[in-house]
């Protein structure tokens, strides 16, 4: 607690000489006025300050009083559980000598990535906050640099869950959030948490269920060059049956349409089973696309 109040007393130090310096009182200015107060003279980091854009009074002071130790604490089972503050985890941004990054409510050290995550790195707008939407709407302004993921596809958020992953591959974990779009104040998981539980569940089942079916329904042998264009063909089963190339159509539950080349051994056809353009019920082999050939 002393430690705390000690860097919460210098920080008060120069937002005083600061304003009396420069003279104006604004919160802009006073925000201004402590990062190049603090460059000068060296008194507190950086780190401390520096976000995207000026900062309101309570938001510099939460960070003052974050505390700087990870709490940990027991669940229900009895399973050790590791916190940390949505503020100090937007303390710990690029120019601090520890970079934290947050995704669906976790937090990892990247200091040993600042050629990314530092100033100046390619990624660098990812530091210190968790912006879990931007790693699949490739916005990465101030309004896209946000947790929220309301909307995404099922797809999308196995794609968020992908880069969650290499970042516990990669990359110390320091804690989930607390205070965060996916953990509220009591370290409760939030309805976009749950939401983002459903939705990557809902992506596993219909991945399992597509596995199945091409299971059943082997993909087509495919080929394209620029010269003939592209052909796709079914192989005889195992059995010596004809089986035959159809175009399918699947629709999620999400309602995303996805098509491929799969082999029946059933000539019938639906709206969802298509016999490809220019081709015959019985051919094993069509045509899906024309080359520099067919124009001459």
């Given at each position: 607690?002393s430690?705390?109040?000690?860097?919460?007393?210098?920080?008060?130090?120069?937002?005083?000489?600061?304003?009396?310096?420069?003279?104006?009182?604004?919160?802009?200015?006073?925000?201004?006025?402590?990062?190049?107060?603090?460059?000068?003279?060296?008194?507190?980091?950086?780190?401390?300050?520096?976000?995207?854009?000026?900062?309101r009074?309570?938001?510099?002071?939460?960070?003052?009083?974050?505390?700087?130790?990870?709490?940990?604490?027991?669940?229900?089972?009895?399973?050790?559980?590791?916190?940390?503050?949505?503020?100090?985890?937007?303390?710990?941004?690029t120019?601090?000598?520890?970079?934290?990054?947050?995704?669906?409510?976790?937090?990892?050290?990247?200091?040993?990535?600042?050629?990314h995550?530092?100033?100046?790195?390619?990624?660098?707008?990812?530091?210190?906050?968790?912006?879990?939407?931007?790693?699949?709407?490739g916005?990465?302004?101030?309004?896209?640099?946000?947790?929220?993921?309301?909307?995404?596809?099922?797809?999308?958020?196995?794609?968020?869950?992908?880069?969650?992953?290499?970042?516990?591959?990669?990359?110390?974990?320091?804690?989930?959030?607390?205070?965060?779009?996916?953990?509220?104040?009591?370290?409760?998981?939030?309805?976009?948490?749950?939401?983002?539980?459903?939705?990557?569940?809902?992506?596993?089942?219909?991945?399992?269920?597509?596995?199945?079916?091409?299971?059943?329904?082997?993909?087509?042998?495919?080929?394209?060059n620029?010269?003939?264009?592209?052909?796709?063909w079914?192989?005889p089963?195992?059995?010596?049956?004809?089986?035959?190339?159809?175009?399918?159509?699947?629709?999620?539950?999400?309602?995303?349409?996805?098509?491929r080349?799969?082999?029946?051994?059933?000539?019938?056809?639906?709206?969802?089973?298509?016999?490809?353009s220019?081709?015959?019920?019985?051919?094993?082999?069509?045509?899906?696309?024309?080359?520099?050939?067919?124009?001459?």
């Open positions: 607690m430690r705390r109040r000690a860097i919460a007393a210098a920080v008060l130090a120069v937002v005083v000489a600061c304003v009396a310096r420069d003279g104006d009182g604004s919160l802009g200015a006073v925000a201004g006025a402590m990062g190049a107060c603090a460059r000068r003279d060296g008194v507190v980091s950086m780190a401390w300050f520096r976000w995207r854009g000026y900062v009074v309570d938001e510099l002071a939460a960070r003052v009083e974050a505390r700087a130790e990870v709490e940990t604490e027991e669940d229900g089972d009895g399973a050790r559980m590791r916190w940390v503050s949505s503020a100090l985890t937007r303390a710990c941004a120019r601090a000598p520890t970079i934290w990054l947050g995704i669906l409510g976790e937090a990892f050290d990247v200091s040993r990535g600042r050629e995550y530092g100033v100046g790195g390619g990624y660098e707008f990812f530091a210190g906050r968790d912006a879990s939407r931007a790693f699949v709407s916005n990465f302004t101030e309004d896209g640099l946000v947790a929220d993921i309301t909307g995404l596809s099922p797809g999308n958020l196995e794609s968020i869950r992908g880069w969650r992953n290499f970042m516990r591959e990669k990359y110390a974990f320091v804690g989930y959030i607390r205070g965060g779009a996916f953990y509220d104040e009591r370290g409760e998981p939030t309805a976009m948490k749950h939401a983002f539980d459903a939705g990557v569940a809902l992506y596993d089942v219909e991945k399992a269920r597509a596995l199945e079916r091409r299971t059943m329904y082997e993909d087509c042998s495919s080929v394209w620029e010269r003939d264009g592209g052909f796709v079914c192989s089963a195992e059995d010596g049956a004809e089986r035959y190339p159809r175009n399918e159509t699947t629709v999620s539950a999400s309602g995303e349409h996805s098509s080349c799969a082999c029946f051994r059933e000539l019938g056809v639906s709206d969802v089973r298509r016999v490809y220019g081709c015959a019920l019985t051919d094993t082999r069509c045509q899906t696309s024309t080359g520099s050939m067919s124009s001459e």
